[in-house]
């Protein structure tokens, strides 16, 4: 499914616009991961690490990470400073996978982070874009988009998240 032959793969339930599939390539010669290289089209919005053990996440992304504080329920975080990605875990299980610039992710082929509009694609690709705590909520795709749509350009992130995971913030979002 990646370029070339290093592909490691994760199911997930989501379906085929945002197909959350870890799927990370090793670049030529073995270095670091195009996981800062992301797309997200009708095949997917991989490299996405959902599922995967910290083990397998730190040995993906080839650096070591530095810890990022809590998560919420005993989850941890860790920052991957030399990818641009922030992984929250939960059991040794990744249910958390951010991405912010100056990561490159594609959307449909047009980069997410330079363009003032490609967030509203990804938004009408969800068709049920929800608005809490500042988060832009693709349940249907398996997204969050942050600070996008009020301009805190300090703040962009696009997040992949296990299904569920924002249940509990139901009574609180509001539609987009």
């Known amino acids: 499914m990646g370029r070339g032959g290093g592909a490691i793969e994760r199911?997930?339930?989501?379906?085929?616009?945002?197909?959350?599939?870890?799927?990370?390539?090793?670049?030529?010669?073995?270095?670091?991961?195009a996981i800062s290289e992301?797309?997200?089209?009708?095949?997917?919005?991989?490299?996405?690490?959902?599922g995967m053990s910290r083990r397998e996440i730190d040995e993906v992304l080839d650096e070591p990470p530095e810890a990022d504080g809590a998560g919420l329920n005993s989850e941890e975080a860790f920052?991957?400073?030399?990818?641009?990605?922030?992984?929250?875990?939960?059991?040794?299980?990744?249910?958390?996978?951010?991405?912010?610039?100056?990561?490159?992710?594609?959307?449909?082929?047009?980069?997410?982070?330079?363009?003032?509009?490609?967030?509203r694609e990804i938004v009408a690709a969800d068709g049920d874009a929800q608005e809490t705590l500042g988060f832009i909520v693709l349940r249907r795709l398996g997204l969050t988009l942050t600070r996008f749509h009020d301009g805190d350009r300090a703040q962009l992130a696009i997040t992949a998240f296990e299904p569920g995971r924002w249940d509990v913030f139901e009574r609180e979002m509001q539609p987009l």
Request: hydrophobic letters at 35%; one cysteine or more; a positive charge.
């Open 38 to 50: 992301s797309q997200a089209d009708g095949d997917g919005f991989p490299p996405l690490l959902i």
């Open 11 to 33: 199911s997930s339930a989501y379906g085929p616009i945002a197909d959350v599939r870890g799927r990370c390539d090793k670049r030529p010669g073995g270095g670091a991961t």
């Open 79 to 119: 920052r991957y400073n030399g990818s641009h990605v922030r992984v929250v875990m939960r059991q040794d299980r990744a249910v958390e996978i951010a991405l912010v610039p100056p990561a490159k992710v594609l959307f449909q082929g047009k980069p997410l982070f330079e363009s003032g509009s490609v967030w």
